[in-house]
């Protein structure tokens, strides 16, 4: 299995909502991620898990809360979400010992808040 | 601040000759760099990378090359196919596995 799966692949949602977006792999990455891309802009990182424990946090705003339930799992909590926060969400993995043979990203969730 | 950037947001060439596109880099401790292509509708998919001790990396039809005192790097694809119409973003990394993007050049290769 060399895939990164992401559930679901739409999702709309209200702004006093909480939904969950939910990653797994199973290839034994050790690091996880989650980013978020707005239209014609580059990915942006939100979240770093190494190892399960959470290790890096780009000062993303708390009604974004991530989990890694265990190594193969990464969900990302949504709740009270703003319209601007409609994009794009990309899970990604990666062996993190090897850094030159990149992440395996998902597909993604297109998210829209109205 | 944009640390790693792609002037040019779109980019077409013809079937057969090369595609080169280019990404430019402010931040002196990336040391390793990275290409990958981007379909709609799909995540990013990994094309190839580079370390900074190095100038050059081949595979296949994908060649980057990395100029360190330009901060300066380009993918080269030859020949161009069809298929490798996307987008394809650059980046880096400054040892840690937080990846910063490029925003992206939509390469279109016709017939």
Same mark, same amino acid.
């Given at each position: ?114 | ?38 379909? #709609? ?9 580079? &370390?900074?001790?190095? @100038? %050059?990396?081949?595979? =296949?039809?994908? $060649? ?17 196919? #069809? ?9 880096? &990394?400054?040892?840690? @596995? %937080?990846?910063?993007? =490029?925003?992206? $050049? ?6």
């Amino acid at each position: 299995d060399t895939e990164v799966t992401q559930t679901p692949k739409h999702l709309v949602m209200g702004m006093t909502n909480k939904k969950s977006l939910k990653c797994e792999q199973h290839m034994g990455h050790r690091a996880m991620y989650w980013y978020k891309q707005k239209a014609k802009k580059p990915p942006e990182l939100m979240f770093v898990y190494s190892y399960e424990k959470l290790s890096i946090n780009e000062s993303v705003p708390s009604r974004f809360s991530p989990e890694c339930p265990n190594s193969s799992l990464l969900n990302l909590h949504l709740h009270a979400l703003q319209p601007e926060d409609s994009a794009l969400y990309l899970c990604a993995s990666s062996q993190e010992r090897d850094r030159g043979v990149g992440y395996t990203f998902g597909s993604g969730t297109r998210l829209t808040v109205v | 601040d944009q640390q790693v950037k792609q002037n040019s947001p779109s980019l077409s060439v013809q079937e057969g000759r090369i595609s080169i596109l280019n990404c430019d880099y402010t931040n002196s401790m990336f040391d390793y760099f990275l290409w990958y292509k981007k379909y #709609p509708a799909e995540g990013p998919t990994f094309l190839i990378s580079i &370390s900074s001790i190095k @100038d %050059k990396n081949e595979d =296949g039809r994908f $060649t980057v090359f990395l100029n360190k005192s330009a901060k300066h790097l380009s993918l080269h694809i030859v020949p161009s196919q #069809p298929g490798d119409s996307a987008v394809y973003f650059c980046a880096a &990394s400054a040892y840690t @596995d %937080k990846l910063i993007f =490029g925003t992206g $050049t939509r390469l279109q290769v016709f017939p």
